[in-house]
């Protein structure tokens, strides 16, 4: 027996979902503030407000949850499609994947480097994420070395 949420649980539901300070961003800035970084939180001055900013290094990281920004879309759609309300949750992943693009494409060219991480990756491999991030910030450093 599936459980079917009444209108009004399920705008409750709904109404939880923040846009910030959401646990996976939290746990990531913990561990980077505790390995000494600095960074900038929901950064207006860039387009997509990422999540995290390394000023510093011109590093913006998005942590983004697997369901809206349609993580294994191919996979995800099929599914979608056989489901309730499926028209609207494709049209509204599929705008979000765009926008995702969008974003990146215009920091990419206004010099700065992007990293996007999955919400579960974030929670079970926090460390390996903060390898990623030393990793672009080392990679910056020496491009920096190079000009």
């Given at each position: 027996m599936t459980d079917v949420l009444t209108p009004e649980q399920r705008r409750?539901?709904?109404?939880?979902?923040?846009?910030?300070?959401?646990?996976i961003?939290?746990?990531?800035?913990?561990?980077?503030?505790n390995k000494g970084y600095r960074y900038r939180?929901?950064?207006k001055n860039l387009p997509g407000k990422p999540d995290i900013v390394l000023t510093?290094?011109?590093i913006a990281i998005f942590c983004d949850g697997e369901f809206f920004h349609g993580k294994d879309w191919e996979v995800?759609?099929?599914?979608?499609?056989?489901?309730?309300?499926g028209?609207?949750?494709i049209s509204k992943i599929s705008k979000n994947r765009k926008h995702d693009d969008e974003v990146n494409k215009k920091l990419l060219f206004m010099g700065w480097t992007v990293i996007r991480f999955?919400?579960?990756?974030?929670?079970?491999?926090?460390?390996?994420?903060?390898?990623?991030?030393?990793?672009t910030i080392f990679?910056?450093?020496?491009a920096e070395e190079i000009l």
């Amino acid at each position: 027996m599936t459980d079917v949420l009444t209108p009004e649980q399920r705008r409750r539901n709904m109404q939880n979902i923040h846009s910030k300070d959401t646990a996976i961003e939290v746990q990531l800035r913990k561990a980077l503030w505790n390995k000494g970084y600095r960074y900038r939180k929901n950064y207006k001055n860039l387009p997509g407000k990422p999540d995290i900013v390394l000023t510093k290094y011109k590093i913006a990281i998005f942590c983004d949850g697997e369901f809206f920004h349609g993580k294994d879309w191919e996979v995800l759609k099929p599914r979608l499609e056989k489901g309730k309300n499926g028209d609207f949750w494709i049209s509204k992943i599929s705008k979000n994947r765009k926008h995702d693009d969008e974003v990146n494409k215009k920091l990419l060219f206004m010099g700065w480097t992007v990293i996007r991480f999955w919400g579960n990756d974030i929670k079970k491999y926090t460390n390996e994420c903060i390898k990623v991030i030393e990793e672009t910030i080392f990679e910056v450093k020496m491009a920096e070395e190079i000009l």
